[in-house]
């Protein structure tokens, strides 16, 4: 009977099969000098990604912290691991390891906020990176404001000393480092939000001044929050990718993590005091994120929003599933190209017909296991940079929406789906996912009834849009379609209704 193998852990690392890689640094000389919170597996196959190859470039004092105020919690996985995992890489038939290794320390502060507040407040810590998720930032979605409504946000204004939201937490961070030591400190939200910066700033700030001023003009004076953009799939890890690691390699991994081989990070060059040289090593430092992230946010993330909600109607599990469905594959490469691209500013060093190329060829990657389902959580923090703006953008230009309001549909009709009225066919899980089906169970099938209803949600659609009697048509008559018995004619319709809008354009400018 053969032994089992050793847990990934330091003692381990001299002795691991020479085609896993390990960090080429001294661990052990590794200062402390960044916080992360939401060490989840994006983070783990980015941003310390990008850490490690720094460290291995140019060492200095960027040991991190890995903090969690919400499941999965990380002592008995990265904590047991002396804050080791490996990153994988997975592209069709290949598969590389690596082990990372500048995270010195886990903290889980879900049930007191006391762990977290000390490390943020620390003088030794000059840099603060998040991946939170979207509704981390207790943000409305339609405007970027701080949502005084939501119930840890109430919470927190009562007990700013024992905050729960990441707003509330960062807020007193802030001020314990005020009242303290004084040191300036960069807070970098690297989830996927366009202007997440000033987002990240707005709610911060407007979380500060709920107790007066103080507190937010020293922020204003020592606190930065560039914008950035993160790029690489990550999906959820699998029992099946932990089984690779002890298989392929020969030892146990509880925190293993999986990428696909692209990458991009593109940061505001906005710091307060010292910060990491990530431009070193494939970073890219600008003074306007904006164009990157528009183009990735409307291109990459619009196609995926779209490939999942319409790729479980479609009854397909995996994104690659969807790209793989030549209706599928075909709709969103022409609503990318013929509605998505023209709102875009132009971006240095990228082609956009290039991108939608590249973006779309990712999504066929067949070992990237991205569930639809997956992608379609928290939708609603989502359409409104992904698809609406885009729509807003179309109808500002005079322009047709024929394509991008069936993904805006398709998203009213994975939640739709989701209610009482429809038998419940898949679980979900979205901040407006009980509203949505409040608004189902009143309405049932009737496409106009449920559109007006979701519509009316403000704090998804701005009073300018949901007004819009081209939008709210257009919006319907897919619905209608999508919530069909064949749901897949609403997306040929589309495309046979552009199609023939562009050839009788075309004639007439002839």
């Known amino acids: 009977m053969s032994a089992a193998p050793e847990t990934l852990s330091t003692a381990l690392l001299d002795r691991l099969p020479t085609d896993v890689r390990k960090p080429a640094y001294d661990r052990a000389a590794l200062g402390i000098g960044m916080a992360h919170l939401g060490v989840g597996a994006f983070h783990r196959s980015h941003q310390a990604e990008y850490t490690d190859d720094l460290l291995e470039h140019r060492f200095d004092r960027w040991g991190v912290v890995g903090i969690n105020i919400r499941p999965p919690h990380l002592a008995d996985t990265l904590g047991r691991q002396d804050g080791l995992y490996t990153r994988l890489i997975r592209e069709n038939q290949r598969i590389e390891a690596r082990v990372v290794g500048n995270i010195v320390k886990v903290v889980d502060s879900e049930a007191s906020a006391a762990p977290a507040l000390e490390i943020l407040s620390s003088s030794g810590i000059e840099m603060v990176t998040m991946t939170v998720t979207e509704k981390g930032y207790c943000h409305i979605p339609a405007s970027g404001e701080l949502d005084l409504n939501q119930p840890d946000i109430i919470h927190d204004l009562a007990n700013p000393a024992a905050p729960r939201s990441v707003p509330g937490i960062l807020a007193r961070a802030l001020d314990l480092r005020r009242q303290t030591h004084g040191r300036p400190v960069t807070l970098l939200s690297c989830d996927n939000i366009p202007a997440n910066g000033i987002i990240l700033a707005n709610v911060v700030r407007t979380f500060a001044q709920q107790n007066g001023d103080s ?270 018995d064949d749901p897949m004619a609403a997306v040929r319709r589309a495309l046979e209704q552009t199609e023939a809008a562009r050839l009788k354009l075309s004639a007439q400018s002839a």
């Open 215 to 484: 507190l937010a003009k020293w922020i204003d004076a020592n606190v930065a929050f560039p914008s950035a953009m993160v790029d690489r799939i990550a999906p959820a890890v699998t029992q099946a990718d932990i089984d690779t690691v002890e298989q392929r390699f020969g030892y146990r991994d509880a925190a293993v993590v999986v990428g696909e081989p692209f990458r991009q990070w593109v940061i505001e060059q906005k710091f307060a005091g010292r910060a990491p040289r990530w431009d070193l090593v494939g970073a890219t430092f600008v003074d306007d994120v904006t164009p990157f992230e528009h183009l990735k946010m409307r291109v990459l993330n619009g196609a995926q929003t779209t490939l999942a909600t319409l790729g479980v109607l479609a009854g397909l599990e995996h994104t690659f599933d969807a790209i793989a469905d030549p209706l599928l594959e075909t709709f969103v490469r022409r609503m990318l190209v013929e509605e998505t691209l023209p709102t875009l500013m132009p971006v240095p060093g990228m082609e956009p017909q290039a991108y939608v190329r590249q973006s779309l060829d990712r999504l066929r990657n067949t070992a990237i296991r991205h569930r639809n389902h997956q992608i379609a959580t928290d939708g609603s923090q989502k359409i409104v940079q992904r698809l609406l703006n885009p729509v807003r953008d179309r109808l500002a230009q005079g322009a047709g929406i024929g394509l991008l309001s069936v993904p805006v549909a398709g998203w009213m009709a994975y939640l739709v789906q989701a209610s009482s009225r429809f038998g419940k066919r898949w679980p979900v899980s979205d901040p407006y996912a009980g509203k949505v089906a409040d608004i189902a169970d009143t309405a049932g099938r009737d496409a106009q009834a449920l559109v007006s209803g979701i519509l009316a949600i403000d704090t998804i659609f701005d009073p300018g849009l949901a007004t819009n009697d081209t939008f709210r048509k257009t919006v319907t008559s897919a619905l209608g379609g999508l919530l069909s």
